[in-house]
Nanobody, 117 residues
């Protein structure tokens, strides 16, 4: 599985950005797709994930109510709509995918999101 992320950039606090991730290859093996982020000096954290079959979602507490993950199985894409962005959302964002195990096996390249105050 190959993942291609896009959509990062610079935005002012309170603004919005939309990240997109396109999956290709053995996409039939995907059960979950998600978005992680890693800020400078911090560990990578799971921001949101979506079950590819039943669309059940999970959000980190820090983004609940502001971020929305959505997927299009037919197009093998997953998006992350980020609203009301805060400077603390600044990070490199990664899309990832996995099957029914616990390991996120597939990773896209990171895309930088910078939120200015």
């Amino acid at each position: 599985v190959q993942l291609q992320a896009s959509g990062g950039g610079l935005v002012q606090a309170g603004g919005s950005l939309r990240l997109s991730c396109a999956a290709s290859g053995r996409t039939f093996s995907i059960l979950y797709m998600g978005w992680f982020r890693q800020a400078p000096g911090k560990e990578r954290e799971l921001v949101a994930r979506s079950n590819w079959i039943n669309s059940i979602t999970y959000y980190a507490d820090s983004v609940k109510g502001r971020f929305t993950i959505s997927g299009d199985n037919a197009k093998n894409t997953v998006n992350l709509q980020m609203n009301s962005l805060k400077p603390e959302d600044t990070a490199v964002y990664y899309c990832a995918a996995k099957g029914d195990g616990s390991i996120w096996r597939y990773w896209g390249q990171g895309t930088l999101v910078t939120v200015s105050s």
